[in-house]
């Protein structure tokens, strides 16, 4: 596969060099690999701390700024960051408000956030943790006990991190994120296989002709492969998958979120069948958003998140947000 890199081995290093680059807004410690917005820590606010495996970008250090999170630290490629880098994250960012950290579910990122806690703890911080949860295309996979934690991370850190910014207490912000974790589930679907920087080849065969349904941001097994369909199938395929274990009762912000290699013109052709489809299920959408945001590499393919919201969480979905990767409102 040809890559736009220098070597697998400095890929991580390099892209935080650009991102440096690109916004100055951010403190970027290369060495680090700590991600942190420039005017932390904010006086008498709630810190907002996530991370995890490079190769999801935007996700997490694209979602640093005002109005979501306060720091991020990008593991090596699929590899979970280390409890050092969490706490020195936690320590540039604390206001003495407190540090909420927000973990997808993967066995290596719980684990180093559990040791990162107690540590930070030990250092007289303040610290939450919210685990996130939303995948239901399998219980337990590769790199899990129990679902995956996917899409629903940008949902858990707009809105969790709106309310740190106006101020909520460490309590209040860490119930919202439970709550949005609650109210959130996702589906994916793979058209290829991505390639790491480190193998340069497809990480799992999936021939020619087929597609993974529920499959999961590592490319990690789903629930079945089947002949390619069409993305109104897919979208049928996708949204009941979510609707069955979600079943809303009011209405649902969507994501519609890109793997990383399938173009926009495809994704908003799809966006449009999921809002068939939940037409169709007599859902009503709140909001959408179309894009590449909780990506894998290069892979083609697409998911789909829904969190079923009431007035405060869609106040708080659309409050300000200026980040790399996500704004609107200021």
């Known amino acids: 596969m040809k890559m736009l890199i220098n070597v697998a081995e400095t890929v991580v290093a390099d892209a935080l060099r650009g991102m440096a680059a690109a916004h100055p807004e ?5 060495d680090n690999r700590v991600v942190v917005r420039r005017d932390a820590p904010v006086a008498g606010k709630v810190a907002l701390v996530s991370g995890g ?8 250090g694209g979602f640093v700024g005002p109005g979501m999170l306060d720091a991020a630290c990008p593991g090596e490629v699929f590899t979970s960051p280390v409890p050092d880098q969490m706490v020195r994250a936690a320590a540039a960012v604390d206001s003495g408000a407190g540090v909420l950290f927000l973990v997808k579910n993967y066995t290596g990122d719980v684990l180093n956030f559990r040791m990162a806690a107690e540590l930070a703890e030990d250092e007289g911080i303040a610290v939450a943790s919210v685990l996130i949860d939303d995948d239901v295309a399998v219980t337990d996979s590769t790199f899990t006990a129990g679902r995956r934690g996917t899409g629903a991370t940008l949902f858990v850190e707009k809105i969790a991190g709106a309310a740190a910014e106006e101020g909520a207490p460490l309590e209040r912000v860490e119930a919202l994120a439970r709550q949005v974790v609650a109210a959130s589930r996702s589906f994916g679907v793979a058209l290829t296989a991505c390639s790491t920087p480190a193998k340069g ?4 065969d999936l021939p020619a002709g087929q597609l993974e349904l529920g499959v999961g941001i590592h490319g990690e097994p789903g629930r079945e492969r089947r002949a390619m369909m069409t993305a109104r199938e897919i979208a049928e395929v996708t949204v009941d998958a979510v609707l069955d274990d979600l079943r809303p009762e009011r209405p649902v912000l969507v994501l519609v979120n890109g793997a990383g290699a399938t173009p926009l013109l495809e994704l908003y052709g799809f966006a449009a069948e999921v ?4 037409a169709d299920r007599k859902v009503a959408v709140a909001r959408t958003l179309v894009g590449n945001y909780v990506t894998s590499l290069d892979m083609a393919g697409a998911s789909v998140t829904l969190c079923q919201v009431d007035e405060e969480l869609l106040r708080l979905w659309d409050a300000p947000v200026q980040t790399a990767g996500l704004r609107w409102g200021r």
Not at 53 to 60: A, D, I, N, Q, W
Not at 201 to 204: R, Y
Not at 275 to 278: G, V
């Open 201 to 204: 080849s497809p990480t799992f």
């Open 275 to 278: 809002h068939q489809r939940l």
């Open 26 to 30: 951010l403190v970027v410690d290369v």
């Open 53 to 60: 495996g490079s190769g999801h970008e935007p996700l997490h």
